[in-house]
């Protein structure tokens, strides 16, 4: 399985600190993982919370074995290493204080030999383009939004414009509701998959990124795109996407 991918991040232009990290990591048996984090803006040690996340999750990557790894198996290993990096945040916030409400969204992809897999907290996203040029999000929102959505059976466009509608009802930190979404891909099903922060995807519609995605040559001026775009559409928050495609 050869893959190449491109990731970007941007501060933007109106947050003093990019707490978003974002990385892209092969391990020993040509395994790869893609993965965002997006440090909870408005509370302080976003990018503490982000980073450490990011950090631990690599680290645990690359030493896991995930040759013949059922879907059981690699939910299991998920979940506790989610716990194992709330644990982490939890020994640094009794050590400052002032770091007990830091919190993180997580956007991961494991690309494995059999499957790939995609996995969720919080409000960053995953998309794939498929075969015939079709975005689809693959993940959920974890916000307000979602559950007024589902209540009211009303379309996401309607239910995000409800008051304190992006609080967010699940993320990784200390002492937070951490409800971890994972989605199972079959390998040659799509063109691309695309993560991305809420700085880009809050700013621009599906169909938006269909076209930029469709209509831009390389994954690098893809990823620039999407970016400039949302900078366009007056983005409040730092900016980050990765764009994988996967070369059988």
Request: with cysteine.
């Amino acid at each position: 399985m050869k893959i190449k991918y491109f990731l970007k991040t941007d501060i933007g232009v109106k947050r003093q600190e990019n707490q978003d990290n974002a990385a892209v990591f092969k391990n020993k048996n040509n395994e790869l993982m893609a993965l965002i984090c997006d440090g909870m803006g408005g509370y302080a040690g976003g990018y503490t919370a982000s980073n450490v996340t990011m950090n631990k999750m690599i680290n645990s990557f690359q030493k896991q074995n995930f040759s013949n790894m059922s879907y059981d198996n690699l939910s299991k290993w998920i979940k506790k290493n989610i716990k194992n990096v709330k644990d982490e945040l939890s020994l640094i916030a009794e050590q400052n204080k002032i770091l007990n409400q830091m919190g993180t969204t997580l956007v991961l992809a494991l690309f494995l030999k059999n499957y790939i897999a995609i996995i969720n907290v919080g409000d960053s996203r995953a998309y794939t383009v498929s075969q015939d040029n079709k975005l689809t999000q693959i993940t959920k929102d974890q916000n307000l939004a979602s559950d007024i959505q589902k209540k009211w059976d009303i379309s996401y466009e309607e239910a995000i414009n409800f008051p304190e509608a992006t609080l967010l009802t699940s993320v990784v930190g200390v002492d937070k509701i951490t409800n971890v979404d994972i989605y199972f891909l079959k390998n040659n099903t799509f063109k691309y998959l695309i993560l991305t922060s809420d700085g880009i995807h809050d700013y621009l519609s599906n169909r938006e990124m269909e076209n930029i995605l469709n209509n831009q040559k390389t994954l690098e001026t893809k990823t620039n795109k999407l970016i400039q775009r949302a900078l366009i559409e007056e983005s409040t928050d730092n900016l980050t996407s990765i764009i994988v495609k996967v070369i059988q």
